[in-house]
C-alpha cells in the first residue's frame, strides 16, 4: 500500500502477498467506503496518507505478514477471511491477528 514512501517490504507469492516493516513501530488506519480505501500511517514524526481505488464488490488480497494486527470496527461491518475461517465484525468488534496469519478483508 505504502511502496512509494518505502514503510514496507511487499512480497507478491503464490498464496497472496507477504507484508513487512521496515521501521520497529508504525500504527496505519484503513477507511474503506466500497470505493476506496484512505489509509494514514504514522511512524515516528511522520503522518502520510494514501488513498486506493476499490471496484465495488471486490474484496482485498490475501496476504500475511511479519506484525500483529489489531483491526477494530469504528463504524460498519466486514468480513474477513482468517486461515480457513469467516468472520462477520460489526460496529465495536475487533481482532487482534498474529503475526504469519493468511487473511483478507
Known amino acids: 500500500m505504502f511502496e512509494s ?3 514496507v517490504n511487499i512480497i ?3 498464496d ?3 507484508l513487512s516493516l521496515k521501521r520497529p513501530f508504525e500504527m496505519m488506519t484503513q477507511r474503506c467506503d466500497g470505493e ?3 489509509a494514514c500511517l504514522l511512524r515516528a514524526g511522520h503522518l502520510l496518507s494514501s488513498e486506493l481505488s476499490m471496484p465495488r464488490g471486490s474484496s482485498r488480497a490475501p496476504h500475511h505478514h511479519d506484525y500483529f494486527e489489531l483491526m477494530i470496527v469504528l463504524e460498519g461491518e466486514l ?3 482468517i486461515e480457513q ?3 462477520h465484525y460489526r460496529r465495536g468488534d475487533a481482532c487482534l491477528l498474529g503475526r504469519n496469519a493468511q487473511h483478507w478483508e
Open 5 to 7: 514512501q518505502a514503510a
Open 16 to 18: 497472496g502477498e507477504y
Open 79 to 81: 468480513v474477513q477471511h
Open 12 to 14: 507478491r507469492e503464490w
Open 85 to 87: 475461517g469467516v468472520y
Open 36 to 38: 476506496k480505501i484512505t
